[in-house]
């Protein structure tokens, strides 16, 4: 299984922004991460200094968002739709991006239902509520 740790996770999203800036050949992997990125140029700083990148705290007491956690929800959201997984996601997911005519903002309402789902998890000690999961989704969808 694959399981990198936070600094390979930031050297990778720097990486992709080097590569996009020096137009260099990406994996596909890398070009759905660049995708992600050019939605995101608030993150072009922090992505230009891998340095810096490795070194700064983004604790939740800090009360900024951490770039590198967003951009790999956007990735962990895309192959959920690509793959159907959990089972629901691509419908609800479709659903919600028609009513708000936007992938992206979408997007990140599924984000906030991923994450609702992984702090509810963790805090009750039981495993992901994938149906919780697909439910929340759809309730935003038919708002």
């Keep these: 299984m694959f ?3 936070s600094d390979d996770v930031r050297r990778f999203f720097c990486a992709v922004f080097q590569k996009q800036r020096a137009n260099e050949i990406l994996t596909p992997l890398e070009i759905m991460a660049g995708d992600w ?3 995101h140029p608030e993150y072009e700083d ?3 200094d891998v340095d810096a ?3 700064r705290d983004y604790s939740v007491d800090s009360g900024q968002t951490n770039p590198f956690l967003h951009l790999s929800m956007h990735l962990s959201i895309d192959e ?3 793959i159907d997984q959990p089972p629901g996601i691509r419908a609800a997911a479709t659903a919600l991006t028609l009513k708000l005519d936007s992938a992206h ?3 990140h309402e599924i984000m906030e239902c991923l994450g609702e789902m ?3 998890a963790q805090r009750s000690g039981q495993p992901l509520d ?3 999961y697909i439910e929340a989704v759809q309730r935003r969808a038919a708002r």
């Design 3 to 5: 399981n990198p740790s």
């Design 37 to 39: 990125i050019r939605h």
């Design 46 to 48: 922090v992505l230009s």
């Design 53 to 55: 990148a490795l070194a």
């Design 80 to 82: 959920q739709i690509s």
């Design 105 to 107: 903002e979408a997007q």
């Design 118 to 120: 992984i702090w509810n």
């Design 130 to 132: 994938a149906l919780a």
